[in-house]
């Protein structure tokens, strides 16, 4: 049921909502970012009726677009990615080992309950925020960290004096001086309301079944590699056409999980929230949104990063057909290596 709410909310705002991660395209160059930077009296008008393009007169140079410059962002998508790998195996191997040594502690802690309840009962709203918390599905448990930096994120863009640094490092551009850290950041970047709700709404409805099939280490791994990797993809198309631009927005890694899930589960049926007799299965949807994406970058549709979406769809496929049977499953180097620097554990 899960499935089936992701991908109603994706059909009902297809036409004019920020579902999936945009470009804040060209905008008229009448101030640089620079410029932009060096005053407070040189604010960025805002086009609050335009969730594509809200600023106006920050100025993209095409000078910067060289293929020499994405060899530094390649690096970056390389090295980081096989650092979300080693990450998300290294926390699978921390969490097993919590969970024994819990259990060999396990006959200790029943002498100590009593004193440890009594000092749990000082402080009621930690208490009840932790049972909350132990109600929610491991799905739920990876969707609220992520749900939270977001909505920090696109606070931070309701304060005129931080748009600057949001501007720079919080949208991604090949055209910028800094072209790493925006690539990571940016997948976490909302500047319209609407685009917030819709992308979390789409997170949320998929996290739980792909959090069951991957376990929560390798889904964050998968998705903050898949945010790079899809920023990386949006790089090398801007620079290949020449066509400067911001992106922002969380649609590059949500579309990697879409990808994994509806190739990992094809016979799924979804549905349409305002059609509801009107369903299909998850293998065709998935078809369906790549080959939109195709369209838009071979015709050059602007509303929408579609090269960005490709990236992220891409790496979620191919998780599903060949990564998590050839890459993950041969983790046990690293897992040794670890274990080995860690020792045993002891009561």
């Known amino acids: 049921m899960a499935l089936s709410r992701m991908f109603r909310i994706n059909e009902m705002c297809s036409r004019n909502t920020l579902f999936l991660k945009h470009p804040l395209s060209e905008m008229a160059p009448s101030k640089s970012i620079r410029n932009f930077r060096r005053g407070r009296s040189e604010q960025p008008k805002s086009n609050l009726n335009s969730i594509e393009t809200p600023f106006q007169d920050v100025n993209l140079e095409t000078s910067h677009l060289n293929p020499r410059n994405l060899v530094k962002p390649l690096g970056f998508t390389v090295g980081f990615s096989a650092a979300c790998f080693v990450g998300a195996a290294i926390w699978e191997y921390e969490t097993m080992r919590a969970h024994a040594k819990k259990m060999l502690k396990k006959p200790v802690k029943l002498f100590k309950r009593s004193a440890e309840e009594v000092h749990s009962r000082s402080n009621v709203i930690v208490r009840q925020i932790q049972e909350k918390w132990q109600k929610l599905t491991p799905g739920e448990k990876v969707f609220v960290p992520i749900c939270a930096l977001n909505v920090l ?116 049926q979804l549905g349409i929230i305002l059609l509801p007799i009107f369903t299909f299965s998850a293998g065709a949807a998935i078809k369906v949104i790549v080959g939109i994406d195709t369209a838009g970058v071979l015709m050059g549709w602007k509303f929408f990063d579609h090269a960005a979406h490709l990236g992220g769809a891409a790496c979620g496929i191919m998780w599903a057909l060949w990564g998590n049977q050839h890459i993950w499953a041969k983790r046990e180097p690293i897992l040794h290596y670890w274990h080995e620097l860690r020792g045993s554990i002891n009561k």
């Open 153 to 268: 994120v696109f606070a931070g863009w309701r304060i005129p004096r931080l748009q600057p640094f949001m501007l720079r490092y919080f949208c991604s551009n090949p055209g910028s001086k800094s072209v790493c850290l925006p690539m990571l950041l940016s997948t976490f970047s909302h500047y319209s309301g609407f685009h917030l709700l819709a992308n979390m709404y789409v997170l949320h409805s998929f996290s739980t079944g792909a959090v069951h099939s991957l376990g929560k280490e390798q889904f964050l791994g998968l998705y903050l590699g898949a945010g790079v990797i899809s920023s990386f993809t949006s790089y090398v198309y801007k620079v290949v056409i020449k066509q400067p631009g911001l992106s922002l927005g969380a649609s590059g890694a949500i579309m990697a999980i879409l990808g994994y899930v509806c190739t990992q589960y094809p016979d799924t």
